[in-house]
Antibody
Framework: EVQLVESGGGLVQPGRSLRLSCAAS????????MHWVRQAPGKGLEWVSG????????GYADSVKGRFTISRDNAKNSLYLQMNSLRADDTALYFC???????????????WGQGTTVTVSS | EIVLTQSPDTLSLSPGERATLSCRAS???????LGWYQQKPGQAPRLLIY???SRATGIPDRFSGSGSGTDFTLTISRLEPEDFAVYYC?????????FGGGTKVEIK
């Protein structure tokens, strides 16, 4: 069974950092692009970042560029999101999602995790 | 960035009725790199349609997508009780990838 399990969320003060993880199983992880997508409470979906199969190409939403860093460890079947300088408007449920092919552009997201909640508050 | 505008915000329909959801892009979406997702309360999104008109694995044929360029449509031919949810369009041809604001399909 294809599965994505996010972890690392929690309550953090503004300006601090947090690292999210996503453990993948049930598919050949290094064949596919991966993404982070977030959803603020009661709001819609916002793409945060995507990474190609070999980390050769990476993209970010303007709202997180320069503060967040996406990475992956294909040997560990894991995806990460390093979040620095967190702000209140980063508060959201963060989903890990699998791309349908190897590039984060040009392919939809065909498998999603259940998400991990990040709350930024003093 | 490509802005996607979905309409209407809310669609109130009865089971068995036809639902037509619209997604308009601020500029042309390359080679129909447009997808539709369904999200139910407390659940992760689920891919319904990719490439503007191709159904994802396991999606019933009452769901269909159409359109090109800047105008796209998701049609649910006959609403089943499990189809009442929020639907999002997404373009993935140009970074940053973007989602529309969503259309809620509710029971009338």
């Amino acid at each position: 069974e294809v599965q994505l399990v996010e972890s690392g969320g929690g309550l953090v003060q503004p300006g601090r950092s947090l690292r999210l993880s996503c453990a993948a199983s049930g598919f050949t992880f290094d064949d596919y692009a991966m993404h982070w997508v977030r959803q603020a409470p009661g709001k819609g979906l916002e793409w945060v970042s995507g990474i190609n199969w070999n980390s050769g190409d990476i993209g970010y939403a303007d709202s997180v560029k320069g503060r967040f860093t996406i990475s992956r460890d294909n040997a560990k079947n894991s995806l990460y999101l390093q979040m620095n300088s967190l702000r209140a408007d980063d508060t959201a449920l963060y989903f890990c999602a699998k791309g349908a092919e190897d590039y984060f552009q040009y392919y939809a997201m065909d498998v999603w995790g259940q998400g991990t909640t990040v709350t930024v508050s003093s | 960035e490509i802005v996607l505008t979905q309409s209407p915000d809310t669609l109130s329909l009865s089971p068995g009725e036809r639902a037509t959801l619209s997604c308009r892009a601020s500029e042309s979406v390359s080679i129909s790199y447009l997808g539709w997702y369904q999200q139910k309360p407390g659940q992760a999104p689920r891919l319904l349609i990719y490439g503007a008109s191709s159904r994802a694995t396991g999606i019933p044929d009452r769901f269909s997508g159409s359109g090109s360029g800047t105008d796209f449509t998701l049609t649910i031919s006959r609403l089943e009780p499990e189809d009442f949810a929020v639907y999002y369009c997404q373009q993935y041809g140009s970074s940053p990838l973007t989602f529309g604001g969503g259309t809620k399909v509710e029971i009338k």
